[in-house]
């Protein structure tokens, strides 16, 4: 990605309101996001604006983890914290969800 292409992502991410990942090297931001999650800086950045900076869930303005498949490895969306955690229990155990809606009340 060229400097004027980044300075345009920045630019459209700034207009939709889209807060920005806190200041880190590009380098340390490149290999941290690329090694744990196989995903380029770019990839996370047209996952943002396809998302509207939101959470695929919840639909919140939160800080957005990369949310993958983890038998598989491909990358699903951006969720928050709580939406990635609940995603994550229930793929460890889909029954789960059937107690949770148990003991809320809704079956």
Do not use: F
């Not at 590009?26 to 959470?55: F, H």
């Not at 695929?56 to 800080?63: G, L, P, Q, T, V």
């Amino acid at each position: 990605m060229t400097p004027e292409e980044k300075e345009e992502l920045r630019e459209r991410l700034d207009k939709a309101g889209i807060p920005r990942l806190p200041k880190v090297s590009p380098s340390r931001k490149k290999s941290a996001v690329c090694w744990v999650y196989s995903i380029s800086p770019e990839k996370y950045d047209e996952l943002i604006i396809k998302q509207n900076g939101k959470c695929a869930i919840c639909d919140e303005r939160k800080k957005l983890d990369v949310d993958h498949d983890h038998l598989s490895g491909q990358i699903r969306g951006l969720l928050c914290r709580n939406c990635n955690a609940l995603v994550g229990m229930i793929e460890k155990n889909n029954e789960i969800l059937i107690k949770v809606q148990k003991y809320i009340g809704l079956k």
